[in-house]
Nanobody, 124 residues
Framework: QVQLVESGGGLVQTGGSLRLSCVASGRSFSIYDMGWFRQAPGKEREFISGIDWSGSSLDYADSVKGRFTISRDNAKNTVYLQMNSLKPEDTAVYYC?????????????????WGQGTQVTVSS
């Protein structure tokens, strides 16, 4: 059974930073693509960033490119999202995701498993 547990959310001022973590279990973490999504109140969940199983392919939404960095530590079964220069519009629940199949290509539509989410609030 796949389990994804996010942490690291919180309240931060505009321009501040947060680092989200997600620990995965129930799969051979190192061979699955991992991603981050977010959902703001009244909006649909949107893709933020993804990292393929090898760690060599990174993908970012235009809205966070240059400010957010995704990384993974396969020894710890953990994926991270470093968020810098945060803006009020980054306020949302952030979800970790794991791809449906191993050895993926990093496609944004490939994610099938989700964590419970962690709240990020950026005050103006």
């Amino acid at each position: 059974q796949v389990q994804l547990v996010e942490s690291g959310g919180g309240l931060v001022q505009t321009g501040g930073s947060l680092r989200l973590s997600c620990v995965a279990s129930g799969r051979s973490f190192s061979i699955y693509d991992m991603g981050w999504f977010r959902q703001a109140p009244g909006k649909e969940r949107e893709f933020i960033s993804g990292i393929d199983w090898s760690g060599s392919s990174l993908d970012y939404a235009d809205s966070v490119k240059g400010r957010f960095t995704i990384s993974r530590d396969n020894a710890k079964n953990t994926v991270y999202l470093q968020m810098n220069s945060l803006k009020p519009e980054d306020t949302a629940v952030y979800y970790c995701a794991l791809s449906s199949r191993p050895y993926g290509t990093g496609a944004r539509s490939s994610y099938a498993y989700w964590g419970q989410g962690t709240q990020v609030t950026v005050s103006s």
